[in-house]
T-cell receptor, first 113, second 113 residues
């Protein structure tokens, strides 16, 4: 089976730093993705890690440890607009040597003034 | 580019009715997929396709059929709607195998009475 675990909710204040953790158990693993979804909207891609280490994109960074089956999303200098749900997703083997995305249940981030 | 488009935006069905959710993309992406998202939950993969004529099942395929006759279109058919299929349905596409980034459509909100 496949499972991903994330905290259900995280709260923080503007300007702070928050880390959203994700642990996974999957049969096959290519990489870990992160998506953001605002209420009523569609998910949008944030980052992808195939190798161990930290990937930085502006205020957002994502980390992966394949040996620990663990990753996290780090959001710095939080803004009100960062209030949203954040999903980790595992890229796992699919048909014809492609991969498919299996999503976690998401972490709702609330940023307060 | 319109990106990924989905129709209809909203739909109400009665139990036992059938219908097709439409998804189209104009980015010449090979990879397309369908997800459902229940309230407060993550996205669950229903079916996906890695090119015209090639589809595979995801995590929750029962009650749904797909086909991919063109690169642009990937319709999702509900054979006999059930209340358990009440959900928001998202279609997504990706430019290549090893899809590091998926582009999501705006979603279809389906209610089955």
């Amino acid at each position: 089976g496949q499972s991903l675990e994330q905290p259900s909710e995280v709260t923080a204040v503007e300007g702070a730093i928050v880390q959203i953790n994700c642990t996974y158990q999957t049969s096959g693993f290519y990489g870990l993705s992160w998506y953001q979804q605002h209420d009523g909207g569609a998910p949008t891609f944030l980052s992808y890690n195939a190798l161990d280490g930290l990937e930085e994109t502006g205020r957002f960074s994502s980390f992966l440890s394949r040996s620990d089956s663990y990753g996290y999303l780090l959001l710095q200098e939080l803004q009100m607009k960062d209030s949203a749900s954040y999903f980790c997703a595992v890229n796992s083997p699919g048909v014809y040597n492609t991969d498919k995305l299996i999503f976690g249940t998401g972490t709702r981030l609330q940023v307060f003034p | 580019n319109a990106g990924v488009t989905q129709t209809p935006k909203f739909q109400v069905l009665k139990t036992g009715q059938s219908m097709t959710l439409q998804c189209a993309q104009d980015m010449n992406h090979e990879y397309m997929s369908w997800y459902r998202q229940d309230p407060g939950m993550g996205l669950r993969l229903i079916h996906y396709s890695v090119g015209a004529g090639i589809t595979d099942q995801g995590e929750v395929p029962n009650g749904y059929n797909v086909s991919r006759s063109t690169t642009e279109d990937f319709p999702l058919r509900l054979l006999s709607a059930a209340p358990s299929q009440t959900s928001v349905y998202f279609c997504a596409s990706s430019p290549r195998q090893g899809n590091n980034e998926q582009f999501f459509g705006p979603g279809t909100r389906l209610t089955v009475l």
